[in-house]
């Protein structure tokens, strides 16, 4: 049964009553008025106890993660190997104005810009060049701040603390790289804990078997089924061998078949596929030939169409992903494929082709 702590007013009374019992009993009256010594004494006592009960409920609350504050939500995170997901800082560009054209301009390292609630904007761009009739540049901003309050709406206007030599003192929002996101509540990782530990441990439990098979990278997997106990079959196709301890069978599922006359829901044992790591090139490809522009997801789709088993528009965020994976240094915080919103996707590098070597 839940421990329930009183208030002050509920444990003075309760002692007042139990003091006046015992000088009862002993043929006396006890003074429990209020302002006399004996009221005063047990509301000081009261107090103490109130603090205590209400420790004593939160030390209650905390033996499990469904009702544990944000502390022993942590520690219940940590011993279960599971980590607070961190808030994401917004990423922005931002169309900046001045009246000369043609002539970099160096913004200095640390330069703030900031919304007209106070939020602060970094300038990440070190210099910027204007250009056309009423010369205008880009640069790129981000929160200083993790979380979705740094996120903006493409016309948002940002004004500089300090404005760079050159340039005016507001820029427009023209586009967003990346969504500000909030740290994970303690509800969702309350339930992320719960979910981990109501599986079997042992070698990994279900969740774990089914992430690690559907994050493989050598062929293309939609989803796994995850059976405990059970021993795989000695061949393809069979049957396994239920109720045998140390086992388990991860059953791989490719993406649905649509019109094409492959199977594409039976997953190669060999490896053989090449779909899957033909389709990232492809994508890489798509993007090098076309550096620094937006293109949409069916722009990229039409790019990679011939190498793509099942095509379905969110595909590409499965390419794109695995493609941070290899070539980012955080996959968290892309640099190099940006993610535009209401656009598509950018491959922001430079690209300088080189001249084809003669055939020998």
Same mark, same amino acid.
């Given at each position: 049964?839940?421990?329930?702590?009183?208030?002050?007013?509920?444990?003075?009374?309760?002692?007042?009553?139990?003091?006046?019992?015992?000088?009862?009993?002993?043929?006396?009256?006890?003074?429990?008025?209020?302002?006399?010594?004996?009221?005063?004494?047990?509301?000081?006592?009261?107090?103490?106890?109130?603090?205590?009960?209400?420790?004593?409920?939160?030390?209650?609350?905390?033996?499990?993660?469904?009702?544990?504050?944000?502390?022993?939500?942590?520690?219940?995170?940590?011993?279960?190997?599971?980590?607070?997901?961190?808030?994401?800082?917004?990423?922005?560009?931002?169309?900046?104005?001045?009246?000369?054209?043609?002539?970099?301009?160096?913004?200095?390292?640390?330069?703030?810009?900031?919304?007209?609630?106070?939020?602060?904007?970094?300038?990440?761009?070190?210099?910027?060049?204007?250009?056309?009739?009423?010369?205008?540049?880009?640069?790129?901003?981000?929160?200083?701040?993790?979380?979705?309050?740094?996120?903006?709406?493409?016309?948002?206007?940002?004004?500089?603390?300090?404005?760079?030599?050159?340039?005016?003192?507001?820029?427009?929002?023209?586009?967003? *790289?990346?969504?500000?996101?909030?740290?994970?509540?303690?509800?969702?990782?309350?339930?992320?804990?719960?979910?981990?530990?109501?599986?079997?441990?042992?070698?990994?439990?279900?969740?774990?078997?089914?992430?690690?098979?559907?994050?493989?990278?050598?062929?293309?997997?939609?989803?796994?089924?995850?059976?405990?106990?059970?021993?795989?079959?000695?061949?393809?196709?069979?049957?396994?061998?239920?109720?045998?301890?140390?086992?388990?069978?991860?059953?791989?599922?490719?993406?649905?078949?649509?019109?094409? *006359?492959?199977?594409?829901?039976?997953?190669?044992?060999?490896?053989?596929?090449?779909?899957?790591?033909?389709?990232?090139?492809?994508?890489?490809?798509?993007?090098?030939?076309?550096?620094?522009?937006?293109?949409?997801?069916?722009?990229?789709?039409?790019?990679?169409?011939?190498?793509?088993?099942?095509?379905?528009?969110?595909?590409?965020?499965?390419?794109?992903?695995?493609?941070?994976?290899?070539?980012?240094?955080?996959?968290?915080?892309?640099?190099?494929?940006?993610?535009?919103?209401?656009?598509?996707?950018?491959?922001?590098?430079?690209?300088?082709r080189l001249a084809e070597s003669p055939a020998p």
């Open positions: 049964m839940a421990f329930t702590g009183q208030s002050a007013d509920a444990i003075r009374t309760a002692i007042l009553t139990r003091w006046s019992s015992e000088y009862a009993a002993r043929g006396k009256v006890l003074d429990v008025s209020e302002g006399s010594r004996a009221y005063l004494y047990a509301g000081a006592l009261a107090f103490q106890l109130e603090a205590l009960q209400s420790q004593a409920e939160q030390v209650e609350r905390d033996i499990l993660p469904d009702q544990a504050g944000t502390d022993a939500l942590n520690r219940h995170a940590y011993v279960n190997g599971i980590e607070r997901q961190a808030g994401l800082t917004a990423r922005l560009t931002v169309t900046v104005t001045g009246p000369v054209a043609g002539t970099p301009i160096p913004i200095l390292a640390g330069t703030l810009m900031s919304f007209s609630d106070g939020t602060p904007y970094v300038v990440e761009t070190a210099s910027v060049t204007l250009s056309g009739g009423s010369p205008t540049g880009t640069i790129t901003v981000r929160a200083v701040t993790a979380g979705a309050a740094g996120t903006r709406a493409v016309g948002a206007v940002l004004t500089f603390a300090a404005a760079p030599s050159g340039l005016n003192s507001t820029g427009t929002v023209a586009s967003v *790289v990346r969504d500000g996101t909030d740290a994970q509540s303690d509800e969702d990782l309350a339930a992320q804990i719960i979910a981990r530990m109501r599986e079997r441990p042992g070698s990994g439990n279900r969740a774990d078997w089914a992430s690690w098979v559907e994050a493989y990278t050598g062929t293309e997997i939609e989803t796994a089924y995850v059976y405990s106990l059970l021993a795989p079959p000695t061949s393809f196709p069979g049957a396994g061998t239920a109720n045998t301890p140390g086992t388990v069978t991860v059953v791989a599922v490719g993406p649905a078949q649509g019109d094409s *006359v492959t199977n594409t829901r039976i997953v190669p044992t060999n490896d053989a596929s090449t779909r899957t790591a033909g389709a990232e090139l492809d994508l890489l490809l798509a993007f090098c030939e076309r550096p620094r522009r937006v293109l949409s997801r069916d722009q990229l789709l039409d790019l990679t169409q011939g190498r793509m088993a099942a095509p379905f528009e969110r595909s590409i965020d499965v390419l794109v992903s695995r493609l941070r994976q290899k070539m980012e240094r955080n996959p968290r915080e892309p640099e190099l494929i940006q993610t535009i919103r209401s656009g598509g996707y950018m491959f922001s590098p430079e690209i300088e």
